[in-house]
């Protein structure tokens, strides 16, 4: 499910204690942003954007070369590609049903305690690679295995396998720390901190097994994004209701109140995931050109940038949630396959 960039929050109310005036007449002011404030959150959201394509994308390369069977990718086909639109649809208004009929409090705190479990294992996969280099080496690093069967003698059935050490452990109390953080604050930069792993995992473990794959996926959301954004209010009351680390936030009055600060702009991780797997794809593509040039990953990173910039600007000028997948799609297919042409490497990249 993608949640739009720039959905306007609940209104941020602000009763004015000083003179008493606001309050006493039963009215609030809703707070305005300064031109500072903006464009530190959105030039924030574009670097939490940026940072899980581009290292997603390199740790997609050595999880495609990886044996390990925790860490194989998620390969989506043709197929896969082509019912993921309608999927999302159904759950995208399946929540906003939820949302109409019963109490938004109960389901919140529901997705929190699914959301607190997903969130830590993400996390904790994420700071792996950091922990292996981090990791004092004179400490000993035991190695752990949790095994559950079903049945016994030649009948036994292997359920779960997992393989662990201290390292990883390590890596799980500290997002522990941060999931319990999460659940009884909701403070934004723990939902980015789990945000920024969901994408980082996804943009790793989901693979396109190639190009046509990847137009398909793309081009079916970008139908699916500015159906539900600009044809109905599902998406924007989705977004508004739904509280879980689905999507990145920061505050534009940071300024004024600090970690306090409560106005925020949003950006959807679908925003983030989605281009990123095809622009990680290009990289793989890149790598099996065997030419030492990054040259297709480069260019639709930075077609990505465009496509986000492009995004803000129009929200910004039009003050309206914008369906960002309008503005990314035909820049991170388009610039690749532009470039692709003038070198003579469409068949290629296709194949």
């Known amino acids: ?37 903006t464009a530190l959150a959105y030039g924030s959201l574009v670097l939490m954007a940026l940072l899980p394509i581009f290292f997603g994308a390199l740790r997609s390369v050595s999880c495609a070369k990886s044996k390990n069977s925790s860490d194989m990718p998620e390969t989506i086909t043709s197929r896969d590609a ?63 295995q949790l095994l559950f069967t079903q049945g016994s003698g030649e009948a036994k059935e292997e359920i779960v396998n997992y393989e662990f050490d201290t390292k990883d452990l390590v890596c799980l109390c500290i997002s522990t720390v941060v999931g319990i953080w999460y659940v009884l604050k909701k403070h934004w930069v723990a939902n980015n901190l789990f945000g920024l792993a969901f994408a980082l995992n996804g943009v790793e473990l989901l693979h396109l097994n190639n190009v046509s794959t ?15 954004v600009f044809g109905t209010n599902v998406m924007v009351t989705v977004a508004k209701s739904f509280e879980a680390p689905i999507k990145l936030v ?3 009055d940071l300024l004024e109140k600090g970690l306090e600060a409560n106005n925020f702009a949003m950006l959807g991780l679908g925003d983030i995931v989605i281009p990123g797997i095809f622009i990680a794809l290009l990289l ?15 260019t639709s990173f930075l077609a990505y940038i ?14 309206h949630a914008q369906p960002a997948l309008l503005y990314l799609v035909p820049a991170c297919i388009g610039f690749p396959v532009v470039v692709a042409l003038v070198k003579g490497e469409l068949t290629d990249m296709f194949r």
Not at 306 to 319: A, N, P, Q, R
Request: aromatic share 18%; glycine share 8%.
């Open 82 to 144: 082509a019912r993921f639109p309608i999927i999302a649809s159904c759950t995208l208004f399946g929540l906003y049903l939820f949302f109409k009929i019963f109490s938004q409090e109960y389901i919140n705190l529901l997705l929190s305690m699914y959301f607190f479990v997903l969130g830590i294992l993400a996390l904790s996969h994420t700071m792996s690679p950091l922990m292996n280099r981090a990791f004092p080496t004179n400490l000993p690093n035991r190695q752990y």
């Open 284 to 298: 793989r593509f890149d790598v099996s050109l065997r030419k030492d040039s990054r040259t297709y990953f480069y």
């Open 306 to 319: 465009f496509g986000l910039g492009l995004t803000i600007f129009v929200m910004h000028t039009f003050k």
């Open 250 to 252: 920061f505050p534009q």
């Open 214 to 228: 990847g137009c398909i996926l793309l081009g079916g959301l970008f139908i699916y994004d500015v159906f539900w």
């Open 1 to 37: 499910m993608e949640i739009p960039l720039g959905v306007p929050p609940p209104d941020v109310l602000n009763a004015s204690a000083a003179n008493g005036t606001d309050a006493a007449n039963g009215t609030a002011t809703r707070f305005v942003s300064t031109p500072e404030g």
